[in-house]
């Protein structure tokens, strides 16, 4: 079963890192998979109610890495931490299966209080560099969190979020596929922007409607 974990997770970076030359190179020169290799293991022996021995390993696997995981989150099959450094993953924090974490991304907490305070991410979710996700909030599934966007509400399932507060942008439909830096750049648009666009052309037909009673008014 180990082996398993580590042959699917291996596969599972070499289909979406392009960079990936085999089997071997994912082991050997991954980071973000030896994260979550080292994980797996103070996550058992936290489970198991060696506490201090938990959190010895996880700062051990931050020391070697430069991913800081804390064992007590849970974390579905086929993770891929993209790069890597700088990801924090908080005690609560739950995650389903094959997401697509990059680089300084934080899956943090916003109360100091014990219980659930992390957030909960779906299965199939891009969460893109720098981004922020705070709160015990959810995540839905096919998500795309946008690089360097800050995400302190739920975002629902399938949606794209980007900017700080993160806002929804609109999504081309088509089947699923995997936006890098979980950013659809086919065209990559700002929330706001997309909302000035939204008001200038009801401010245009606006105007025409105005023209057309005032031509109407001078007949009269």
């Not at 996880?58 to 800081?68: K, M, N, Q, V, Y």
Request: proline share 6%.
């Amino acid at each position: 079963m180990p082996f398993m974990f580590l042959r699917e997770t291996a596969r599972a970076y070499r289909e979406r890192d392009p960079a990936a030359r085999s089997m071997l190179e994912v082991w050997l020169c991954y980071p973000g998979l030896h994260a979550v290799v080292m994980h797996r293991l103070a996550h058992a022996v936290w489970k198991a109610g060696f506490i201090t021995a938990g959190r010895w390993l996880s700062h051990l696997g931050r020391f070697l890495t430069g991913i800081e995981i804390h064992p007590g989150a849970t974390i579905g099959q086929r993770l891929v931490i993209d790069h890597g450094m700088g990801v924090v993953i908080g005690e609560t924090a739950e995650i389903g299966d094959d997401v697509y974490i990059y680089h300084q991304v934080t899956l943090g907490g916003t109360s100091s209080a014990q219980g659930k305070r992390h957030p909960t991410i779906g299965s199939n979710v891009i969460i893109g560099a720098g981004a922020k996700v705070l709160g015990a909030i959810k995540v839905g599934e096919g998500a795309r969190i946008g690089a360097n966007a800050v995400v302190v509400a739920p975002v629902p399932a399938g949606t794209t979020v980007v900017g700080i507060p993160a806002r929804p942008v609109e999504r081309e439909a088509r089947k699923p596929r995997f936006d890098a830096y979980g950013t659809p750049c086919d065209p990559c648009i700002d929330p706001l922007f997309h909302e000035i666009e939204l008001l200038r052309t009801e401010l245009t037909a606006l105007e025409a409607r105005l023209q057309v009673h005032e031509r109407q008014d001078e007949r009269l």
